[in-house]
């Protein structure tokens, strides 16, 4: 490996901050579209000089960027020039309409509101962006309100996968920070099969490509969210993960509980075990350990800063249950900031280097599975996700 | 033909690689619509930022004055005053004042 990239998401613009294989010291650029909401960065495992950024703003809404060169430029597909008469439409990439097309049968339907009644979808921003493992042109959006979009040209345009809201999408609600699909896991040897997680409706898989979904949400249980615990759809899933080579494997982190699934999420357990708190947002795997997990405990649904004041990540390399502190590094006192969904990542480099973004505009790294850390920027605006690439 | 005079966020500027204001050439009526038509057309990265891509209604931070008036709550097809049709005034499109 040549380098590393890290791409970072912040409330007011992208940065990327690039180093070599010691990951030792860093060159941090940026910001990219300052002033901006960045949601999220990522690169195509299929060229990792394509990457594709959200940006968002309250006033003028949805963006699509996409760079070619790693992040030295970017444009907005489809929207460089004013199309020639035979080109395909231009300013489309920001354009995400639902699908209400009597084609797939799915006439547009409604989602419960935070009273209890049935509230049409509305198309806010983009969360998440996965590109596909195999073609750099095919990319898929997890938005809010919750639905999931595919594009297969680079980002011109976007269509949504249908049936994904037939998944009893008319009782899913919107939590506190919106009702968001956050998480696309990808299976780079099945295709047809996709995992996504959405606030607060839960996990969902398909094995067709996108053409049916179901709710995979057995052994969830919030009793403090939900009138029905064990409600096969309501559940506030924070992000999901799993190991490329363990296909059937899933770890999660809910609003409460810490969980895995070993049967591709047809039934879950808990395996919070010895945390100091089970709340968080993001989970992660390491790379070449797939019962190696990460998690960021965080003190409680309305204190959203670590417990006792100590920015902890907890690694298990058991697959759960048994949990160490890693704190070399990290700050031990007064810390007081978030590690939100998006912003844990891994990169896949011997030993595995684990990165995380905080509220507070770090982001620190480990370049040893996690025994130490340091910060490779510590002055950003809050950091909404985090993403890495290994460079050849 | 009408030039109208257009002065954008610079949020929007910088969407469209922009310096300065916009000059549009606008055949028939000049109205909010046909301002953001020949805009949309010629800065096909601006559609969608200002006005919802299907419903065409503004986004509702987004503000239009002209001539010291805020023509925001007006009809799309409301004719501009004839001093931003002659050009000596500019159209402004405007981003709602936000921070505490």
Known sequence: MSGVRVLVGTRKGAFVLTSDGTRKQWDIHGPFFGGWELYHVKGSPADPNRLYASQSSSWFGQIIQRSDDGGKTWKIPGGEKVPEP?????????????????????????????????????????????????????????????????????????????????????LWQPGAGGMCLHTILLDPDKPERIFVAISAAGTFRTDDAGKTWQPVNRGLKSPYELPDPTAEVGHCVHCIAKHPSRPNV??????????????????????????????????????HEPETIYVVPIKSDSEHYPPEGKLRVYR????????????????????????????????????CGIYVGTTGG??????????????????????????????? | MNTIRVILPAHLRTLARIDGEVKLEIEGAATPHAVLNALETRYPMLRGTIRDH??????????????????????????????????EEPFLIVGAMAGG
């Open chain 1, 86 to 170: 035979y080109d395909p439409p231009g300013g489309m990439s920001n354009n995400f309409v639902y699908d209400s097309s009597p084609e797939t049968g799915k006439p547009l339907t409604t989602h419960q509101w935070y009273d209890g009644t049935q509230h049409p979808w509305e198309f806010k921003r983009v969360w998440h962006l996965e590109p596909s493992f195999t073609d750099p042109d095919t990319v898929y959006a997890g938005v809010e309100d919750a639905a999931l979009f595919r594009s297969t040209n680079g980002g011109r345009s976007w269509h949504e996968v249908p049936g994904l809201r037939e998944a009893k999408g008319h």
């Open chain 1, 250 to 287: 899933l770890f999660m982190q809910k609003h409460w509980d810490v969980m895995r699934s070993d049967d591709a999420g047809e039934s879950w357990h808990e395996i919070s075990g010895d945390l100091p708190s089970d709340f968080g947002f993001p989970i992660a795997v390491h790379a």
């Open chain 1, 316 to 351: 298990s390399r058991t697959g759960g249950n048994q949990w160490e502190a890693l704190t070399k590094g990290l700050p031990q006192q007064d810390c007081y900031v978030n590690i939100l969904r998006d912003a844990m990542a891994v990169d896949s480099l011997d030993p």
């Open chain 1, 362 to 392: 770090q982001v620190y790294a480990s370049a040893d599975s996690g025994e130490s850390w340091m910060p490779i920027v510590r002055d950003l605006p809050p950091v909404l996700s985090v993403e890495v690439q290994a460079l050849p």
């Open chain 2, 54 to 87: 299907v419903t065409r209604q503004r986004r509702p931070f987004i503000r239009f004055f002209a001539c010291g008036q805020d023509l925001s709550h007006e009809p799309p097809d409301t004719p501009l005053p004839d001093a931003i049709t002659t050009g």
